[in-house]
Structures are given as structure tokens and as C-alpha cells.
């Protein structure tokens, strides 16, 4: 399995970045999706996720309004769509996928089954 993050970059305070979470070695119909953040010192949190056949999305109540989380399953590809980009947004961005009736928590880190490897995001005031 494997989770592709790409499109972080260096942006201005409100500019805006599309992320994309390529998808490969499973089942993307059968996978919930989310996007989490890390930035230096501090713990991974969630920022938004989406239902496999997207009808529920649900975000953090700081990116709400700001961001927005969209799915492509012909593509097997997730996105996250970033306006209003605040300084305190620089962080590392991840994607992560979790199996369809699972019983954990999909805010949370412990559980997201599979994870794919970052994409830095920088956010300068």
C-alpha cells in the first residue's frame, strides 16, 4: 500500500496550496481517507476526512471554512483544498486511509491504518 502526498510549498499569509494523496496497492473504495499535520514540537493532529464515497466530511474546527477536503475515487486520489493559509499552518501535511468499518476514531492518529510519507507546507507572515 501506498499513500503519495505532493503540492506543499512556500506560500504568503492568505494564499492558498491544493494538496493531492495518490493512492496505490488498495482498495480506495473500501478506505476512509484523512489528512493529518505535524508541525516542529509538536503532536500530529487531524485536519480533515472524508467517508469513502464522500458523503461525510468533517474537519477541525481551525482549518473549517479555510479548507476543503475532496476525493476523486476514478483516480484513487484525495485532495485538500487550502485557502486563508494562516502562518500557524506551516507544518508537515500526511495523508491516511482507514478501512471502511473500522472501529477507531478517524481524528486520530492510532486510528488511521495506513499512512503515506509527508508534504511540507510553509506558511510565511
Known amino acids: 500500500v501506498q499513500l503519495q502526498a505532493s503540492g506543499g510549498g512556500f506560500v504568503q499569509d492568505g494564499g492558498s496550496l491544493r494538496l493531492s494523496c495518490a493512492a496505490s496497492?488498495?482498495?480506495?473504495?473500501?478506505?476512509?481517507t484523512a489528512w493529518f499535520r505535524q508541525s516542529p514540537g509538536k503532536e500530529r493532529e487531524f485536519v480533515g476526512g472524508i467517508s469513502w464515497s464522500g458523503d461525510k466530511i468533517f474537519y477541525d474546527d481551525s482549518v473549517k471554512g479555510r479548507f476543503t477536503v475532496s476525493r476523486d475515487n476514478a483516480k484513487n486520489t484525495m485532495y485538500l483544498q487550502m485557502n486563508s493559509l494562516k502562518p500557524e499552518d506551516t507544518a508537515v501535511y500526511y495523508c491516511a486511509a482507514q478501512r471502511d468499518h473500522s472501529p477507531m476514531p478517524m481524528n486520530k492518529d492510532y486510528g488511521m491504518d495506513y499512512w503515506g510519507k509527508g508534504t511540507q507546507v510553509t506558511v510565511s507572515s
Open positions: 496497492g488498495l482498495t480506495f473504495t473500501t478506505y476512509h
